[in-house]
């Protein structure tokens, strides 16, 4: 650590395996904006599938997002963190499919059936906008500008639920890896790698800094990680550290959008990780 203090100390052994061996297994990128690729293909996601199509692994990308023209899935969500995963939604969203791409913005308010919408993201041929107001399903196929500059109307062909997490089953109000895995990703067998690419937003926004917090975001970890081996035992599982790449709180955060943080929070994390799951 930054005391010079080791951590963890094991050995490994290397295994050299054909890639044809490893070519075709099904992999989950599950994460935040960094695994995120839906605004272009220079994601982290996309690096990965190029790294192992170098080495001629052609891998199974599962996941119910859009990842631009590669053709890749995901499941990376821009401002997610770990809590986010493991607890029910809070805010229910819906996919609305467009022919064309409107001009619209995150400050732009529509309406459909009584309802009210503000955008939450753009796909590469949907709208994901979040329910501010009503209780009332979409009806028709037009939303209609009650606030902002975007345009006065937008068409769409047709809508989903895209509820805010994915791995949450709003049926039996439970995190549900199998449910995901099945049911949204259309995957029959067992997922064989998780990769997870999370730790910036749980130290970030209007989280606090005790132990108290350090306790929740750590037992977040966990419970996403159980949640994928109860469905899939055999699943490895890679846990990204997340970077501390500034000096200070007011830097880091600065460097992601926020205005405060503490670098420490995801150092904490990230020792929890190297305990916990290298051991």
Same mark, same amino acid.
């Given at each position: ?32 904006? &960094? ?16 790294? @192992? ?19 890749? %899935? ?20 819906? %996919? ?21 919408? %503000? ?39 047709? &809508? ?7 791995? &949450? ?5 439970? @995190? ?21 690419? @999370? ?11 005790? %132990?108290?917090? &350090? ?8 419970? @996403? ?18 970077g501390l790449d500034c000096p200070s709180p007011t830097g880091w955060a600065s460097l992601h959008g926020f205005g405060s943080s503490d670098p420490k ?15």
């Amino acid at each position: 650590d930054q005391f010079n203090n080791l951590l963890v100390e094991k050995v490994a052994t290397l295994h050299v395996v054909d890639a044809t061996a490893v070519s075709g297994k099904s992999i989950l990128m599950l994460g935040d904006s &960094w695994t995120d690729i839906n605004s272009g293909d220079k994601g982290y996601t996309s690096y990965v599938d190029k790294a @192992l199509k170098e080495m001629g692994i052609t891998m199974n990308f599962i996941g119910t997002r859009d990842a631009g023209t590669s053709g890749l %899935k995901h499941e990376g969500i821009g401002g997610y963190s770990y809590i986010t995963f493991v607890n029910a939604p809070s805010t229910v969203r819906f %996919k609305f499919f467009v022919d064309d791409m409107p001009s619209i913005s995150s400050d732009d308010i529509y309406s459909n059936n009584g309802s009210t919408y %503000k955008l939450f993201e753009k796909g590469s041929n949907y709208l994901t906008m979040s329910r501010q107001s009503g209780s009332t399903e979409p009806s028709g196929n037009t939303l209609t500008r009650t606030s902002g500059t975007g345009d006065e109307t937008i068409t769409f062909t047709s &809508w989903t639920v895209g509820g805010s997490n994915p791995l &949450w089953n709003t049926v039996t109000n439970k @995190l549900d890896f199998t449910h995901y895995r099945q049911d949204l990703c259309g995957l029959s067998t067992k997922l064989d790698i998780c990769n997870i690419q @999370l730790g910036v937003n749980d130290s970030m926004g209007s989280l606090k800094i005790t %132990k108290a917090d &350090w306790a929740t975001t750590l037992s977040a970890v966990t419970t @996403l990680v159980d949640a994928i081996l109860a469905d899939s035992p055999n699943c490895k599982i890679i846990i990204n550290l997340a970077g501390l790449d500034c000096p200070s709180p007011t830097g880091w955060a600065s460097l992601h959008g926020f205005g405060s943080s503490d670098p420490k929070r995801n150092y904490q994390i990230n020792n929890y990780y190297l305990r916990i799951y290298i051991n």
